[in-house]
């Protein structure tokens, strides 16, 4: 049996993705061909998370085991351990992929049908430019402050005058204060 996954983002109105992968593939599989298939690098902490019908959040699939210590109580999954149908036979249709895991973007991937047969994964259909993996952050500072520097005066330094300082109060004394 084949999944076929149409996969679309919200950051490019005209970017689609539909895969054909086989059932019994790992999620590293897949996340293999969502790379390939956007000319990627693959040098990022991808992930994938099971989403219920309203695209909510549930469990996620790593990348790399990032818990510490394996509690009993906490199911982990990471890509190569988890196959797909662990998941998308139990009746999960959407998932979200981390493809920029700093800025938290995403593409969203609905399962479309199941198909016979068995092959290598492949992209079947691919229609318009991926966005750019890493989100360029712009850290470029305006020192632009609307006025000359000279008439910068924030902390009323320039109306300052020694006179009216009451230097009581100000005494430096040996005995702590308490």
């Not at 539909?18 to 999620?27: Q, T």
């Not at 691919?126 to 850290?139: R, Y």
């Not at 470029?140 to 609307?146: A, M």
């Not at 009216?164 to 204060?177: A, C, K, M």
Request: glycine share 4%; charged share 35%.
């Amino acid at each position: 049996m084949q999944y076929l996954i149409r996969v679309v983002c919200d950051e490019v109105d005209d970017f689609r993705r539909d895969i054909l992968i086989d059932e019994d593939a790992s999620f590293l599989e897949l996340s293999k061909v969502l790379l390939e298939s956007c000319n990627y690098p693959d040098d990022q902490m991808t992930s994938f998370y099971i989403c219920n019908e309203e695209w909510e959040r549930g469990e996620q699939v790593t990348r790399e085991d990032m818990h510490e210590s394996s509690s009993e109580d906490v199911d982990l999954y990471t890509m190569a351990d988890t196959l797909l149908s662990d998941f998308l036979d139990k009746g999960i249709r959407n998932l979200e992929y981390v493809f920029d895991p700093f800025n938290d973007r995403v593409f969203s991937l609905c399962l479309r049908d199941e198909l016979p047969g068995s092959d290598e994964p492949e992209v079947i259909k691919s229609v318009g430019k991926a966005p750019q993996q890493i989100a360029e952050m712009d850290f470029s500072v305006n020192n632009d402050f609307g006025g000359s520097s000279e008439s910068f005066d924030d902390f009323g330094i320039d109306s300052f005058n020694s006179d009216e300082i009451d230097l009581e109060g100000f005494e430096i004394s040996d005995s702590p204060s308490f």
